[in-house]
Nanobody, 125 residues
Framework: QVQLVQSGGGLVQAGGSLKLSCAVS????????MGWFRQAPGKEREFVAS??????????YYAHSVKGRFTISRDNAKDTVYLQMNSLKPEDTAVYYC????????????????WGQGTQVTVSS
């Protein structure tokens, strides 16, 4: 049974930082790309960042809105993916989800087959 367990998140003032973690179990983590998505109230789920399955390759992709502020990384030894969020803005407020996809990373949520439980990130102005 594949499980993605998220941790981190919370309330932070604008300009602050948070780090999200997503621990994966139940499948071969190193063969799967990982992604982070978010969903704000009344809005569709949107792509935030993704990272390829190979640490050596380490190709990362970011939504324009977070590029330069957020960093996605993975530790294949710990089967964990991270999202470091700096210079947070009130518009970053959302529930954040990690997800896993076999093969290459993608920004399309429909291709991801397993999802974390979601974690709330709230940025106050």
């Amino acid at each position: 049974q594949v499980q993605l367990v998220q941790s981190g998140g919370g309330l932070v003032q604008a300009g602050g930082s948070l780090k999200l973690s997503c621990a994966v179990s139940g499948h071969s983590f190193s063969n799967h790309a990982m992604g982070w998505f978010r969903q704000a109230p009344g809005k569709e789920r949107e792509f935030v960042a993704s990272i390829s399955f190979s640490v050596g390759d380490g190709s990362t992709y970011y939504a324009h809105s977070v590029k330069g502020r957020f960093t996605i990384s993975r530790d294949n030894a710990k089967d964990t993916v991270y999202l470091q969020m700096n210079s947070l803005k009130p518009e970053d407020t959302a529930v954040y989800y990690c997800a896993t996809v076999r093969g290459d990373s993608t920004s399309e949520p429909g291709f991801y087959d397993y999802w974390g439980q979601g974690t709330q990130v709230t940025v106050s102005s």
